[in-house]
């Protein structure tokens, strides 16, 4: 600090400190600012502006705009500020809220319609001609071409979750069991969660949500963060009753969601012995709570919570903007997540989070190892056993078993044969020989899911270069370079679109099926693919389309999406029945990544772990 103020006069020292009565023994020209919290009635304010209103939900003709979401507690406010500013009675406040919720029910199904809003306001709900008058005065609502629709789509959205919080209990399960996987709602099911009147009554939507759609679930979590400031007895009673409730999330996410691929999580083991056990601990000097679930003996105890460190009272207030950071410590071969302990202040579901946080690291970690799904998808299986003979056949003690020990062959019995007349007992050879034999009790043909070879004859300088050089696609003509990621992006597509729909179904809401169409460029300029993936619907075509084309490096360019036809050749979108507004991506990868031991690995585990991403947001 000295050397900054003595070398340079205009440089600014800014101390930030936690306590706002620390100011210790500085200087008498520093400035001291504290930073106070905001109110609801000081947001709602700033609303009024124009540009805050933009942040609402972004008006209906400019499209462009980014559209930030508000929580719900705080749209409810500003709401019941606007709706308390018409200049009519209580009575009529109360029938122009009902008829806002009944148009935005009405609308979801049938459309924009000015006859129907009307129908509405002159219905018993409400019987005054100047109701529809007030609506548009106090901006919910505009009229344009016939039609009358809302001016903000959240106000469409959150209306539309006021209908629903005054269904009955039967209506409202009805409701969600037609509607649960229709993304049209998602915004007003997670504003539902918000504005329920009681926690039993959230409960209910969440624990449908986290049985019906996951995807929605982890979404209307954080909607849930509303409900106001208490004082809690944190006893152990209480983190019993904590700790239960992430052990009863986890379980459920699991073994609903992800069964079959349970043994990834902690607390399961490989041999289905034991049961899913939660250590919970609450410290309240050192501020931090910690989860710790393993696999327990049958007679372990199921729950072992412990609070320490202080009394009991502790206020539970409405900070949504707490983090999930975790710390994770490894603690006799189990993980351990320290999380902050003020995560109680997001209100009573932190439970749920947390649980979900847990899942989400633990997928992420899975899908990084790239083991996860090689026993239940054969191109996985055929590849890692592939490998595992090439690295067998590279031992010197195998002798002249390079032209045996490789599925190119296609002869299951010969390899195995092979591997017992090794007169080397290794736990190698064991592995090799029972991946063998699982993939001959699946697969007829497994040459059909092995990465093609080069067909150019492979002189000492190929040879050179593809050891030492990323030019590995010399040894590959055109058309057998072609057939080569033709195969790949077949074979990986199909195995991604297995796992997201059969083995872990909860991903298939979360991705957008497409056709990927590409096409291959070898020059000095660039080397390597360009491609486009087109959106389709369900029962068309997606197997991929690839061609070789000279000029592609000098077409497009990485993401330009507008040139996304002419990249292609403006004829082939045509062909399809698509258009430009079709394309959801656009992208460029470079050959080297389709050489290698593990290149289905690489794709397939690289594209599922995205859609992990998607279903639990990025951290």
């Not at 050749?569 to 593990?598: A, H, M, N, W």
Request: aromatic content about 10%.
């Amino acid at each position: 600090m000295r050397y900054c103020l003595g070398h340079d006069t205009d440089n600014t020292v800014i101390i930030a400190s936690r306590m706002q009565c620390d100011r210790r023994d500085f200087h008498s020209d520093f400035v001291y600012y504290t930073i106070d919290p905001v109110s609801d009635e000081q947001i709602i304010r700033w609303l009024e502006r124009d540009a805050a209103l933009r942040m609402i939900g972004g008006e209906e003709r400019n499209r462009s705009c980014e559209i930030r979401r508000m929580p719900g507690r705080l749209l409810e406010a500003y709401i019941d500020m606007r709706m308390k500013s018409m200049s009519c009675s209580p009575e009529n406040r109360d029938r122009i809220f009902a008829v806002l919720c009944e148009y935005a029910a009405d609308s979801y199904v049938n459309g924009d319609s000015e006859e129907r809003f009307l129908n509405w306001e002159r219905s018993e709900i409400c019987t005054q001609s100047e109701i529809c008058t007030q609506i548009e005065a106090a901006g919910f609502i505009t009229r344009r071409s016939q039609t009358v629709h809302f001016r903000y789509s959240v106000f469409h959205q959150f209306f539309m979750a006021c209908y629903l919080s005054g269904l009955s209990a039967e209506q409202l399960n009805i409701w969600m069991d037609a509607h649960k996987s229709d993304k049209r709602y998602d915004e007003s099911i997670c504003y539902l969660v918000g504005i329920l009147a009681n926690h039993c009554s959230q409960n209910w939507i969440l624990d449908y949500l986290e049985q019906n759609n996951l995807r929605l679930y982890v979404k209307a979590l954080a909607y849930g963060r509303n409900y106001a400031a208490s004082e809690v007895n944190i006893n152990f009673g209480y983190a019993c009753h904590f700790f239960a409730r992430v052990l009863r999330t986890y379980e459920s996410i699991i073994q609903t969601h992800f069964d079959n691929i349970y043994r990834l999580f902690d607390g399961y083991s490989i041999d289905d012995t034991g049961k899913v056990c939660i250590r919970g601990n609450m410290n309240l000097r050192q501020r931090t709570l910690s989860v710790c679930m393993y696999n327990g003996s049958a007679e372990a105890k199921t729950l072992e919570a412990v609070v320490s460190g202080g009394r009991g009272i502790y206020r539970i207030e409405d900070k949504t903007g707490v983090s999930f950071d975790f710390e994770e410590h490894m603690i006799r071969n189990r993980r351990e997540y320290c999380y902050d302990l003020d995560l109680l202040t997001l209100g009573p579901d932190t439970a749920r989070e947390i649980a979900v946080d847990m899942i989400r690291d633990q997928t992420m970690r899975a899908m990084d190892r790239k083991n996860i799904f090689d026993g239940h998808v054969d191109v996985l299986l055929a590849e890692y056993t592939e490998s595992k003979l090439r690295r067998l056949r590279s031992k010197q003690w195998t002798g002249n078993s390079e032209s045996i020990l490789t599925l190119y062959t296609g002869d299951y019995d010969r390899i195995i044969h092979r591997l017992e007349q090794l007169s080397v007992t290794n736990i190698e050879i064991n592995v090799c020989a029972s991946l063998t034999a699982l993939i001959r009790s699946r697969v007829d043909d497994v040459t059909e899911l092995l990465d093609i070879r080069p067909d150019l004859p492979q002189t000492d300088l190929m040879l050179k270069q593809g050891r030492h050089s990323d030019r590995t696609e010399a040894a590959y003509s055109d058309r057998q370079l072609l057939k080569k990621i033709q195969r790949i992006w077949t074979l990986s597509d199909d195995a991604i679109r297995r796992i997201t729909t059969e083995i872990v179904p909860a991903l298939s809401a979360v991705r957008q099926p497409a056709r990927k169409i590409g096409w291959v460029c070898r020059g000095d300029g660039f080397s390597g693919i360009r491609y486009i993936e087109v959106k389709t619907d369900e029962g068309e075509d997606i197997s991929p389309i690839l061609e070789f084309r000279e000029d592609a490096d000098r077409i497009g360019t990485f993401g330009d999406l507008a040139s996304a036809a002419d990249l292609h050749g403006t004829g082939q979108l045509q062909r399809l029945g698509k258009c430009e507004s079709d394309v959801l991506r656009g992208g460029t990868s470079i050959l080297q990544r389709y050489f290698g031991d593990y290149v289905f690995h690489s794709i397939i585990y690289r594209e599922v772990k995205r859609d992990f991403e998607r279903l639990f947001g990025r951290r």
